[in-house]
């Protein structure tokens, strides 16, 4: 972990000694609900899902008799959820027929919280996740890529679980410097395309670009999109 704080990076990053002045720095007290992100996630799905229909990782299935005939079925496609706060995207995909959707977080406390609430989530960094190689079909991490310390380490780690052909969705705010709770700062799309050039994994992108260019979704601020599909 240290060293990843003396890495020599391109984009810019607070000023911390050790792990443990990181951990400080993310510690949360007293869980809560999210509640003025709610809507900007469920409008991030309405993008998301058509596109993993169009890549096959999400393979619609409606019933065909019966009193739901026309309804959808569950899916079975595993997701991650990772830095996952209140767990309440958990429970957003869940309603939607998504029963195999496990979520990660840095500390006890919201881990304990999101499973008092039936929001399945573990304890896990995401430098360094204790899934195996190729354990999900989409990985979905909105907004937490700004409080890491290494956004190549996370990347990697996520396209890393994720299976081959399985999709990863990372969004997080353009900005010029890190402050409060975020570590990193990446400025501009083109600082993510050298980024990107550094992950080891292999694959095609589905999008990257500011989120502003997609109707679809309710964006954060000036934030960017990284949408991949592992090869």
């Not at 169009?54 to 619609?60: M, R, T, V």
């Not at 990660?104 to 919201?110: A, H, I, P, W």
């Not at 109707?215 to 990284?226: A, N, T």
Request: hydrophobic share 35%; aromatic share 10%; glycine share 6%.
């Amino acid at each position: 972990m240290i060293n990843l704080l003396k890495r020599k990076k391109s984009y810019k990053s607070s000023k911390l000694a050790n792990k443990s002045e990181y951990l400080k720095l993310q510690y949360r007290t007293d869980p809560k609900e999210f509640l003025d992100s709610r809507l900007k996630i469920a409008s991030s799905f309405t993008f998301i899902i058509p596109e993993l229909i169009k890549l096959g990782i999400h393979l619609p299935v409606n019933e065909t008799i019966g009193i739901n005939k026309g309804q959808l079925k569950a899916n079975s496609i595993k997701i991650l959820d990772a830095g996952c706060r209140d767990g309440w995207t958990i429970e957003f995909l869940n309603s939607l027929g998504y029963n195999d959707v496990i979520g990660v977080e840095l500390f006890d406390e919201y881990v304990n919280y999101c499973n008092s609430l039936g929001r399945k989530a573990v304890k896990g960094d995401l430098h360094k996740l204790e899934f195996s190689d190729n354990s999900f079909d989409f990985v979905y991490c909105r907004h937490v890529l700004e409080h890491t310390l290494d956004p190549i380490a996370v990347i990697n780690e996520l396209l890393r679980v994720t299976k081959p052909k399985g999709a990863i969705y990372v969004s997080f705010p353009l900005e010029n410097e890190p402050y409060g709770k975020h570590t990193i700062a990446i400025s501009q799309p083109g600082d993510v395309r050298e980024i990107l050039g550094k992950v080891r994994h292999k694959f095609t992108e589905i999008y990257v670009d500011r989120t502003k260019a997609i109707p679809l979704i309710i964006p954060e601020g000036d934030e960017m999109i990284i949408f991949l599909c592992k090869q």
